[in-house]
């Protein structure tokens, strides 16, 4: 049974610590906040053993198997090479580091110390991204061809539009749309062979956003493969949305409000586009279904990271690949800084 610390017990400390307090190779030693309450009440809510405000002081008296790394983006490389430095293997949430290069000095940290890194890509376990991909791969839809991934968020009102308390990801190159791009890379990526081209339209059209942009339309293209990234905070519902087309038909689904939608020929000649539409029709009740049973018992669109942290325990005991591997994520930092480099003046 791996001792495993986590260091930030905000938002998504609930899900890191939601899995260790129920994990049979993990057992949650030690929690760590600048927040002497939020500490507090991690200790109290998921049973962790010790509290503390200095993650420096945690790793020195603690000695912990494992470190979750679960604050602001702009500390991760910093505290992550304590963690290192302590000889933990370490966890970190997305993005792991601003840059490309800050990830690979991170890597390197890693490798020297003989301990595992990695970024939480946990989209990239959930079921519907997992039935997009094991589609994909059995040749459904032909080559992949497009590739389109799509965020709906607002971020003019709670975290982000405060003003007296600015939302420390403002300070990031691609102020807070930054948090997302890890996300969008990853999914995208999983697609894209490589990366020839990458052109970004970075904009602010709300003149209240405290964040530098609040739209961001990319377009990255690596052989025939045209990929599309949006990120908008103008429109509804909210999602997180993928689609992939191919030479023979497309698949498509949405990580918030999960379904599978998939167009083939079918082999009916011209029904086909009928029997897509009654397959499609039947499972789209089954997914309701399934999406309410979900509601109902509280199982949320983070059941991937759950399944990322599980796979990621079952390498450290050394059975299996670690989940996100070091291509994974030097691939999704090098896309973020071409898309960020590739920002104008916002509009
Ligand atoms: N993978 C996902 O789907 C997902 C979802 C939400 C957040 N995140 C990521 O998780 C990270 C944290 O996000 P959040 O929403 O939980 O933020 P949050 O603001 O709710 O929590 C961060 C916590 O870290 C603490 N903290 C800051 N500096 C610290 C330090 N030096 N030592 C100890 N504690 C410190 C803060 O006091 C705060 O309680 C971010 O990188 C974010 O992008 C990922």
Known sequence: VFRAAVIGAGKISEEHLGFLGHSAVARPVAVCDLSPALAQYAVERFGVEQAFTSHREMLERVRPDVVHVLTPPHTHCAIVEDCLSAGAHVIVEKPIAPTNLEFRRLWRSAQRAGVLLLEDHNYKFNDAFLAVRSAVEAGRIGDVEEVDVR????????????????????????????????????????????????EA???????????????????????????????????????????????????????YHPYVRLVTPRGAGPLSPWLNQLENGYALMRWSVVNLRDKLLYRKTYHGLHRLLQRAYSALAGDGESPVSFEDMDRATSLIDRLVQAQGQPA
């Open 201 to 255: 339209i970075w904009s602010r059209y709300h003149p209240e956003a405290l964040s530098r942009f609040d739209d961001l339309h990319a377009l990255v293209v690596g052989g025939t493969v045209h990929a599309r990234l949006r990120f908008s905070a103008r429109t509804s519902p909210h999602a997180v949305a993928l689609a992939v087309r191919g030479s023979r038909g497309w698949i498509e689904t949405d990580i």
């Open 151 to 198: 965020v709906a968020l607002p971020i003019y009102g709670g975290r982000y539009a405060d003003a007296n308390l600015p939302h420390p990801s403002h300070r990031l190159p691609g102020g807070v749309l930054h948090e997302y791009l890890t996300h969008m890379a990853y999914m995208a990526l999983a697609f894209l062979p490589r990366v020839d081209r990458v």
